[in-house]
């Protein structure tokens, strides 16, 4: 069974480039499941899509975060990447990597999940 692991930096300060790393274990991220994705629930609120990449590289960004996303992955660590720029402490939230079967801005679309990292931005 798949596993995903997210790690991060931690504390963040506004302004600042935010990024995270996925690794992906149990499978791999080019040919098990077709969307790997990035996801995010700030405290109080619902979960929030962020982006996606595909097993065959396509990435796609929700258009409310698209300016500042930027998504990425090596294959040959078997990891894929989140980066979002210009970071305010609005961007405080759980960040969750993800996969699934079928490609969509859905969460509930993904059916594997990482355990979930806390970002906080703020100074």
């Known amino acids: 069974q798949v596993q995903l692991q997210e790690s991060g930096p931690g504390p963040v300060k506004p302004s600042q480039t935010l990024s995270l790393t996925c690794t992906v274990s149990?499978?791999?991220?080019?040919?098990?499941?077709?969307?790997w994705g990035w996801i995010r629930q700030p405290p109080g609120k619902g979960l929030e899509w962020m982006g996606v990449?595909?097993?065959?590289?396509?990435?796609t960004c929700s258009p409310s975060l698209q300016s500042r996303t930027s998504i990425s992955r090596d294959t040959s660590k078997n990891q894929f990447f989140l980066q979002l720029s210009s970071v305010t402490p609005e961007d405080t939230a759980v960040y969750y990597c993800?996969?699934?079967?079928?490609?969509?801005?859905?969460?509930?679309?993904?059916?594997?999940w990482g355990q979930g990292t806390q970002v906080t931005v703020s100074t």
């Open positions: 990449i595909t097993k065959d590289g396509r990435i």
């Open positions: 149990g499978g791999s991220i080019t040919t098990n499941h077709h969307a």
């Open positions: 993800a996969c699934g079967s079928y490609y969509g801005s859905n969460p509930r679309l993904y059916s594997y």
